[in-house]
């Protein structure tokens, strides 16, 4: 299964592949702002007491909160830069949660717009725009009791975990659909599990990655490898996965993986084109229901940003530009070429601990 299960021998594939010779992979052009780090993967949903539910209730995650604030259910009010950042009428009311991962600097966000017009996406784990949370867990059984209770729809043929195409590996994973139809994939490896007892870590929650449906490969590695510097490791051709496809209750589905790992991160963005299956291009309004952004840290917003707009990339917040939201704290929101979002943010110099907390919750 080509996702953590065997992600190691993935890349060994690709380094294999260098040494031998010349490969799908191109330089990447310079982009006019360096992608710093990753940060928080930020859903737009209907209803964030059901989604609150689900990912603490059913995964266990726990909630994400400045210092040492005990979690609280969000709050909703308007926001006239988090409007204008999402392209909202200013007055529209906003509440956020946010979930930890086992990735610094990386959470869970979840947005829910109110009094304001939307319509609502759901994509097929193999349309281009479609997004799953890989987590990798201590115990799989547990969480699926839990998931079964609470109705949760599985997306996995049969209803059952798939075992991994590596016997000696003796994984398995199952995909489950959230209440808003965003996907996450429960990945239990031993192998995982034994790294984490050597390292003293605790909990059920090991490991976090990040799946995108793409469109096309190439059009993908132009915009994230050449105009935003982010390195890839692109698969040269299709091959079939059966176990990734059964996972995602699919049959006959032959992928090509393009991994991007930003330097001093572990967390992996995995994008997947998908062959042999039926697809649709789906596309949710920044605050549309079913809308996925990715955060980066970057070294110059607004130069990223200039830089992407010469490229004929769209700026999807209010004013076509970078929007001022308090302090240093500048972002803007644009498409990438699957139906998927981006938001460049500037990266928050740690404070010190007589310093006034930010606000970052406001911006979702």
Not at 49 to 58: E, I, L
Not at 128 to 140: H, I, K, N, W
Request: net charge negative; with cysteine; proline share 8%.
């Amino acid at each position: 299964m080509k996702t953590l299960l065997n992600c190691h021998a993935r890349l060994l594939a690709a380094a294999l592949a260098l040494l031998a010779g010349p490969t799908a992979w191109a330089a990447a052009a310079a982009p006019a702002a360096e992608v710093l780090a990753p940060g928080n993967f930020i859903h737009v949903v209907a209803h964030i007491d059901k989604t609150m539910a689900f990912y603490h209730g059913v995964l266990g995650l726990d909630a994400l909160t400045l210092g040492n604030a005990p979690p609280r259910p969000p709050t909703f009010a308007a926001n006239g830069p988090v409007a204008q950042l999402y392209a909202a009428p200013a007055d529209t009311s906003v509440g956020v949660a946010m979930y930890r991962l086992p990735v610094m600097g990386v959470g869970l966000e979840f947005a829910e717009f109110r009094h304001v017009e939307q319509k609502s996406s759901h994509p097929r784990p193999q349309d281009p725009g479609a997004s799953c949370v890989v987590l990798t867990v201590r115990q799989l059984d547990p969480i699926l009791l839990r998931a079964h209770a609470a109705h949760v729809p599985i997306m996995s043929l049969g209803g059952v975990p798939v075992a991994a195409d590596d016997p000696v590996a003796a994984g398995r994973s199952v995909v489950l659909s959230d209440p808003d139809g965003y996907y996450v994939e429960l990945v239990e490896e031993p192998a995982a599990t034994a790294a984490a007892d050597s390292r003293g870590d605790s909990g059920n929650i090991l490991q976090a990655a990040l799946m995108l449906s793409i469109d096309d490969t190439d059009r993908n590695a132009h915009f994230y490898r050449d105009l935003l510097g982010l390195p890839l490791q692109i698969d040269a051709a299709f091959a079939p996965d059966a176990a990734l496809s059964k996972a995602f209750g699919l049959r006959g589905g032959q992928v090509r993986h393009s991994v991007a790992t930003i330097a001093g991160s572990s967390f992996k963005y995995d994008f997947v084109e998908w062959k042999g299956v039926p697809r649709r291009a789906t596309h949710a309004g920044v605050h549309d229901h079913g809308a996925s952004v990715l955060r980066f840290s970057v070294t110059d917003v607004d130069g990223l940003v200039s830089n992407l707009k010469t490229q004929g990339i769209v700026v999807d917040s209010t004013g076509d530009g970078v929007v001022a939201m308090g302090g240093a704290f500048r972002a803007s929101i644009l498409s990438d070429p699957n139906g998927l979002y981006i938001e460049p943010v500037p990266r928050l110099r740690p404070r010190s601990a007589s310093a006034r907390a930010p606000r970052p919750a406001q911006a979702p």
